[in-house]
């Protein structure tokens, strides 16, 4: 018997007979929570907000209170609210759905959120692969529109705000908070800088600016709902809410699985949740985040000390699915996105797949993030071509080391990460694919092998 | 440059909404790829003009963005995943068989015109994979097996 998930965001997701128009939303409750919000204090909202733990969904998991709170309310001048729907971290696949099947939602999320820091205007950044999804959104908001749920004086309540949705054209690069910010102010989306540009102080059009994912924004809605108090026994304390894991790779029933965070291990999830492994196969790898997450291996054990002080001592599948749980075991809970890989997986390919993404999305702004990406993709491809050496595990280790930390904002680091992460956990199999390519030129054969994964 | 009037209806009503005239380059951007097929030299000059911008504001994002395009497409675009989750679908197999299927190497034009096949990274739909888009359509499950058969459809004009 699987274990049972508890919907909040994706209630109403796959519902038959829900549709995305605003009449099924307001049949099943919808905007009640925005009649509320717009009746109470802005402050208190963010207060709220605050108390509920929210952390941000997108990745970085910042607690979305605190982020609020930094907010510049004295400069004086217009504060703007972004929606990032960039959904771009590989493996990810939470926020299409919200935005096709379920998108007053957002839109209520989001009209909470604005009118609890007074957003003069809103903004959706959707990837520019979104064509359906746009179209949607674009629709939804003119029904709220006509409904007086966005626009001028929403409900009679004096505030006003309306929402403007913003195309990306397949830059992953602007799901960056502030290559994001660059990206709507029509330029390249370069990342800038922090400090002085933390987007709450100097963001969109160097004004105070909120960019939150479409997931966080939903939780708003609920926030209000429940109260901060009421969200936050969702959880776990310092991890409350939900979150919606996105379970793709070799398991039986990839999908998106919610579920209160904490609720399920990560061998729940792949084991009882997702059917398990294909047939007669089993566990290699786990990358729990979204690509640029730190990989786990199916094999190692898990010690050391929770933020409470508790010891843990987990194999893979014991890791309680949290943002300080994988955080404790070298990972990061990131997007949500949970790749899982089985024994046929080849670890080089694996990662020169995944070399060749982040080489391919470097803006290009930092030298080393420039040079070196796509110098670590060299290495890994000529790796599979048959020209491995047995030196490249620690070459590529070198790379991606002086490239993490030195670049202006987090990219290096998530292209770094999965290079550092698979050295350290499958170096073997590196240092193993250049004995074999060299062996089989001894005898000579040609030295690579039919590729699968690039 | 011939734009449609409905291409000229959506530019005019969505620049003022934007509270810098710069914000709406790039939607100018996919507006006018979305009228033309492409962005040619003409079409970015007619962008940067109607933007008081210069030629290189929009050059710089049609070399920035992946998606904005210098050059027409084939009849028919379609755009495989290949990001890992795709990739351990089967994506790059799938691809291989759509190859063959059109008689056109990924990343080009087939010589009939009536393809362009590219690789493309994460479509956000990895629980579905592999994922390719035809145009604007996204369709989902295209494993190596399937594919022979999703590309006779193409052909055919069923997709």
């Known amino acids: ?454 | 440059m011939n734009l449609k009037p409905e291409t000229i209806e959506k530019i005019d009503k969505l620049v003022p909404r934007y509270p810098t005239v710069k914000s709406a380059a790039l939607p100018l951007c996919h507006l006018v790829q979305e009228d033309q097929g492409y962005l040619s030299n003409e079409a970015m000059e007619w962008i940067a003009n109607r933007l008081d911008l210069q030629p290189i504001n929009i050059l710089e994002l049609v070399t920035f963005y992946p998606m904005l395009r210098t050059e027409p497409t084939g009849k028919h675009h379609v755009r495989v995943c290949r990001t890992l989750p795709c990739a351990l679908a089967g994506a790059y197999q799938t691809c291989k068989k759509l190859e063959e299927a059109f008689n056109c190497k990924v990343g080009h034009t087939s010589e009939d015109g009536s393809v362009t096949l590219e690789f493309v990274e994460c479509h956000a739909d990895c629980g579905k994979a592999p994922v390719v888009m035809v145009g604007e359509d996204e369709y989902t499950n295209i494993s190596p097996d399937k594919a022979s058969e999703f590309a006779e459809k193409i052909k055919n004009g069923e997709i």
């Open chain 1, 1 to 454: 018997m699987a274990i049972q998930e508890q919907r909040l965001i994706f209630k109403h997701i796959d519902e038959p007979g829900y549709t995305n128009d605003i009449d099924c939303y307001i049949k099943h409750g919808g905007y009640e929570q925005l009649k509320k919000a717009v009746t109470m204090k802005p402050e208190d909202i963010c207060a709220e907000v605050l108390e509920s733990g929210v952390r941000g969904r997108g990745g970085a998991g910042f607690p979305a209170g605190m982020k609020w709170k930094f907010l510049d309310r004295k400069s004086g001048k217009p504060i703007y609210l972004v929606c990032n729907c960039d959904e771009s971290e590989p493996g990810t696949f939470k926020d299409r759905e919200i935005v096709h099947q379920d998108p007053h939602q957002l839109i209520e999320g989001m009209m909470c959120s604005a009118f609890a820091i007074q957003a003069k205007l809103a903004f959706i950044y959707i990837r520019g692969e979104f064509f359906q999804g746009y179209k949607i959104l674009e629709r939804a908001i003119e029904e709220a529109r006509e409904k007086n749920l966005l626009g001028d004086n929403i409900l009679g309540s004096g505030y006003s705000c309306d929402i403007i949705v913003h195309r990306g054209a397949g830059a992953y690069i602007c799901g960056e908070e502030t290559g994001l910010i660059e990206s709507i102010e029509g330029n390249r989306a370069n990342p800038r800088i922090k400090p002085p540009y933390f987007p709450a102080a100097l963001g969109l059009y160097q004004c105070p600016t909120i960019v939150n994912n479409v997931e966080t924004l939903c939780d708003v809605k609920h926030i209000i709902e429940l109260g901060g108090k009421g969200f936050a026994q969702i959880g776990t304390p310092g991890n409350t809410g939900t979150r919606i894991w996105c379970v793709s790779g070799h398991v039986e029933k990839p999908g998106y699985y919610e579920f209160p965070c904490s609720a399920v291990t990560l061998g729940q999830l792949i084991y009882d949740v997702c059917g398990g492994l294909k047939p007669g196969r089993k566990l290699k790898a786990v990358i729990p985040g979204g690509s640029s997450a730190k990989i786990l291996r199916a094999d190692e054990r898990f010690t050391g000390k929770l933020k409470d002080g508790t010891e843990f001592d987990w194999g893979i599948e014991d890791i309680p699915m949290d943002f300080d749980s994988l955080m404790a075991v070298g990972s990061m809970s990131g997007s949500g996105g949970v790749i899982v890989m089985d024994d046929s997986t080849d670890m080089v390919e694996a990662l020169a797949n995944i070399n060749y993404f982040y080489a391919h999305e470097s803006c290009g702004q930092c030298t080393p993030c420039r040079e070196g990406v796509p110098w670590m993709r060299k290495v890994t491809q000529r790796m599979v071509d048959g020209e491995a050496r047995e030196e490249d595990a620690d070459l590529l280790k070198n790379i991606a080391d002086q490239i993490a930390g030195r670049t202006i904002c987090a990219f290096g680091e998530a292209a770094s990460w999965p290079v550092q992460s698979f050295i350290a956990k499958f170096k073997d199999e590196f240092v193993q694919k250049a004995r074999e390519q060299a062996a089989r030129r001894k005898e000579g054969k040609a030295a690579a092998t039919k590729t699968t994964l690039i």
